[in-house]
């Protein structure tokens, strides 16, 4: 039997091909001890009809190896198919998605000199749930969600991965002043974390000012934490702004099961021309070994490419006169990596990685199960016979038991009772009826309440239960109510 650790490996469209085979090449000249077995994924698998862009016994190949190092794909754009990223990451459960950012100044031409910054994104929750929903003929829902278990792996995984890499700081961005229950229980749970790490220092930040703190000082981060909109947008600003796209790598990590990438796309623009970068897969390929046990080839891939970055020899994304030395293509960039294993930079930091180490394992905690009351309903109308006071004086009419009208929203802001004129109004309402005195209730006053609207002429597009746990309430209020 082969000592070689069995890895499923996908060429991609565009670039892919190309950019693959110089990752491939390079890791086999530094001695990686890897056997690959290939599978189709991509445009050819969605042109076979396989809309999630993937043929089914490929999941086999990736359930015996574990391991995918997976090079970009074309999405076709509408047509139902659904990004094959999305649902790899997914269907195999990979949260946390590790995007290493730093600037090699001065070899590489970036603004920001001084730039080390690893951006640790969720990877499976929030808008990413993909559940979209046309409500109304004017109005569409994308839903966020954001679970407990899911915020504190990542946390978690931000704060083992700082103590794993040497690192002394995780921030987090948040925009938890809007969404006060979202991106508030991942606040809440980052802060909870925190402490169990007193040598790693802590901090928040909105994400608006993060954000723009990240693209004008990156020098003051270190790890950075986030939901999975805003780590993948800022991701791709934290890479750019250290040169390039091309130049960054990401591993995307769950329990038993990693993927590993660019974090660019499949540069159609660009394929079969031996002009790609390769080094953004490449860096993805680095976290792989180190990954699967193998970080002296990791650390010799590493210290070679710095070296062929000092050294001045770049492809077209990064070549700049004056700064490079020479334009080489995909293929002659790997020659010149493969010519320098062995060799260290002389003046960027050489990299070294921990031998023998395990992947990161989280275990997230056991929680208590809150008590749990319904007090009342959110029961969405598509209704457009006329304004919010109209229907107001409807609707104030339906009660069922204890249970009634306590407000109407429109687009979240309070319009019944007492809207402003001023106030823009869809056809899509969000209509709140609350037992007296948030008595608990039972499910079926909601269906009767429901059937009552109904039979009332109204257009029932939706409800959303509302409760309480352990005696607080879990919904948010109108903006402008109370
Ligand atoms: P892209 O990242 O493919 O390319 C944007 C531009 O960046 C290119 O035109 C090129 O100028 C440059 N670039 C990117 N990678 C480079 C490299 N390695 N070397 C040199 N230059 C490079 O983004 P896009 O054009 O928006 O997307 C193209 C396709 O890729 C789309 O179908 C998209 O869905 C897909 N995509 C795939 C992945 C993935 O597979 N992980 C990620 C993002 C986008």
């Known amino acids: 039997m082969s000592d070689k650790r069995l890895i499923t490996v996908a060429h991609g469209d565009g670039i892919g091909p190309e950019i693959m085979d110089a990752t491939l090449r390079i890791m086999e000249a530094a001695g990686a001890q890897i056997e690959t077995e290939t599978i189709t994924i991509g445009e050819k698998a969605y042109l076979n009809g396989y809309k999630a862009g993937i043929a089914p016994e490929a999941w086999d190949a990736l359930r015996r190896s574990k391991v995918f190092l997976k090079a970009p794909i074309t999405t076709p754009q509408g047509g139902g198919f659904k990004s094959l990223n999305v649902t790899t990451r997914k269907t195999l459960g990979l949260y946390a998605n590790i995007r290493p950012c730093a600037s090699l100044h001065p070899f590489i031409d970036t603004k920001h000199p001084v730039m080390d910054v690893v951006i640790v994104r969720e990877n499976e929750e929030d808008l990413y749930a993909g559940i979209e929903h046309r409500q109304t003929d004017d109005v569409f829902q994308c839903l966020k969600l954001i679970s407990i278990p899911g915020s504190e792996k990542i946390v978690r995984y931000a704060f083992e991965y700082a103590v794993k890499y040497g690192r002394k700081k995780v921030t987090c961005f948040t925009k938890d002043n809007i969404m006060k229950l979202t991106d508030g229980i991942f606040h809440e749970i980052f802060d909870e974390v925190a402490k169990e790490y007193p040598q790693i220092e802590s901090e928040h930040w909105i994400v608006d000012i993060g954000a723009a703190k990240l693209a004008d000082t990156p020098e003051n981060f270190d790890v950075i934490v986030m939901p999975n909109l805003y780590g993948d947008v800022l991701s791709d600003v ?213 059937t009552k609207v109904s039979q009332a002429g109204f257009d029932v597009i939706k409800t959303e239960n509302l409760i309480k746990f352990d005696g607080e309430r879990q919904f948010s209020a109108g903006q402008g109510q109370g």
């Open 238 to 450: 934290a890479a750019q702004i250290t040169g390039s796209v091309g130049l960054a790598g990401s591993a995307n990590i769950g329990d038993g099961f990693a993927m590993f990438e660019a974090i660019h796309g499949s540069a159609p623009r660009r394929a079969g021309q031996n002009l790609a970068n390769p080094s953004g897969l490449l860096m993805g390929a680095i976290q792989m070994l180190v990954y699967i046990d193998q970080a002296d080839v990791a650390e010799k891939v590493h210290n070679a490419w710095l070296k062929t970055m000092e050294d001045g020899v770049h492809t077209y994304d990064i070549f700049r006169d004056g700064v490079s030395k020479e334009k080489v293509g995909t293929k002659e960039f790997a020659d010149a990596v493969i010519a320098r294993i062995g060799q260290e930079p002389q003046t960027l930091a050489k990299v070294s990685y921990e031998k023998g180490s395990k992947p990161i394992e989280i275990k997230i905690k056991e929680r208590p199960e809150p008590k749990k009351e319904l007090i009342g309903v959110d029961i969405f109308l598509d209704w457009r016979v006329g304004g919010p006071d109209e229907l107001g004086d409807q609707l104030v009419q339906i009660t069922e038991g204890t249970l009634s009208l306590d407000m109407i929203t429109n687009r979240g802001v309070k319009v019944y009772p007492n809207g402003f004129p001023e106030t823009f109004c869809t056809n899509h309402w969000r209509c709140r009826w609350l037992s007296a005195d948030e008595q608990p209730l039972d499910y079926s006053a909601i269906l009767a309440l429901q």
